[in-house]
């Protein structure tokens, strides 16, 4: 029998703080090791390294986001599915963007400006038209997995077209054969299985865990979803814009936290209201406004110099604390 939160809750309440941390951190490593291993085998298939980067990687950061979501759905909780997603792209784009901005300035990809932020801003909008009624529902799901395959389809297109570009630029370039031994495939197919055992686990502990602590002190699911689980599976992609900030390596910060948001809004309620329908309450309409306002608030910041420096930092700081501060004196 597989040792889950709530077979073993009952012998101590001291277990639900392990369990919150235990399950964090299994959520994080499970979600690098689905990664690496997806990663090596999107290599050996010839998929470039872009691509990987805007749909794999982007998916494995947001597959944390997407076990809470599905977990919290099953338990009864909406308020912590939509939280945690809305409360997740709050964070990516004023919190972590906004510390990633103060330790070192970046760059703007006109990429970034042209296909990244429209796609992010859009899919906000989309969601916020669609849960009007209060509900997001099956069919809602499967349209927002349709669009995040045309998405993606786009992405391996344009890709494919710049790589044949290049390819004529560049005739002399020599290919490396890729190490494609049975040994190596299992290998990864087994860090893909052994990250998909990590997720489950740790977002059943994490989630479990969370939810009975902050429950009992009086916490609402809701703000337990936008704050509690947004900053904890924010967490690797805090970690990895501050220490690309301090090495001066963030020229796709901003793309791959918008790219985080896409997914995260597509992908996770998509597959999660397509397993069970999400009810959508008016306080998470609420903080619906504050995801769209950041989304919209960044792009004159991009647009100015393209560069977004410690001023534009502090202010998405400054917007991200104001936001938090809210929903505390509210609570």
């Known amino acids: 029998m597989p040792v889950t939160y709530h077979s073993v809750k009952k012998f101590d309440n001291m277990y639900e703080i392990l369990f919150l941390i235990a399950g964090l951190i299994i959520l994080i490593a499970g979600g690098d090791i689905l990664v690496r291993g997806a990663s090596n085998i999107a290599l050996r298939l010839k998929i470039s390294p872009l691509v990987i980067g805007l749909t794999i990687v982007a998916f494995g950061t947001s597959s944390p986001e997407l076990f809470i979501s599905v977990q919290s759905a099953l338990q009864g909780s909406p308020d912590m599915t939509m939280g945690n997603v809305i409360g997740s792209n709050i964070c990516n784009l004023a919190l972590v963007l906004g510390l990633t901005a103060v330790f070192s300035p970046i760059n703007i990809n006109s990429n970034s400006i042209r296909i990244d932020w429209p796609m992010a801003m859009g899919s906000s909008f989309?969601?916020?038209?669609?849960?009007?009624?209060?509900?997001?529902?099956?069919q809602?799901?499967?349209?927002?997995?349709?669009?995040?395959?045309?998405?993606?389809?786009?992405?391996?297109?344009?890709?494919?077209?710049?790589?044949?570009?290049?390819?004529?630029?560049?005739p002399e370039e020599t290919v490396v054969e890729e190490d494609t031994s049975f040994l190596k495939w299992g290998t990864d197919f087994g860090l893909i299985a052994i990250g998909c055992l990590g997720l489950y686990f740790g977002s059943e502990w994490f989630v479990g865990?969370?939810?009975?602590?902050?429950?009992?002190?009086?916490?609402?699911?809701?703000?337990?979803?936008?704050?509690?689980?947004?900053?904890?599976?924010?967490?690797?992609?805090?970690?990895?814009?501050?220490?690309?900030?301090?090495?001066?390596?963030?020229?796709?910060?901003?793309?791959?936290?918008?790219?985080?948001?896409?997914?995260?809004?597509?992908?996770?309620?998509?597959i999660t209201s397509i397993?069970?329908?999400?009810?959508?309450?008016?306080?998470?309409?609420?903080?619906?406004?504050?995801?769209?306002?950041?989304?919209?608030?960044?792009?004159?910041?991009?647009?100015f110099k393209k560069r977004l420096g410690r001023l534009q930092g502090s202010i998405l700081l400054s917007i991200y604390f104001y936001y938090t501060y809210s929903i505390l004196i509210a609570a």
């Open 126 to 138: 989309l969601l916020y038209v669609l849960v009007l009624e209060n509900y997001l529902e099956r």
């Open 140 to 170: 809602e799901g499967i349209l927002f997995v349709i669009i995040l395959l045309a998405y993606i389809f786009y992405l391996v297109r344009k890709s494919r077209q710049a790589n044949k570009a290049n390819a004529a630029e560049n």
């Open 209 to 270: 865990s969370a939810k009975d602590i902050f429950i009992r002190m009086g916490v609402s699911e809701r703000v337990i979803g936008i704050i509690v689980l947004a900053i904890g599976t924010s967490l690797p992609e805090l970690v990895t814009s501050i220490v690309a900030a301090l090495k001066k390596n963030t020229d796709l910060a901003i793309g791959n936290l918008m790219g985080s948001n896409i997914f995260n809004v597509l992908s996770i309620l998509g």
């Open 275 to 303: 397993i069970k329908d999400i009810h959508v309450s008016s306080a998470i309409m609420g903080d619906m406004f504050w995801m769209l306002g950041v989304t919209l608030a960044l792009l004159p910041l991009m647009v």
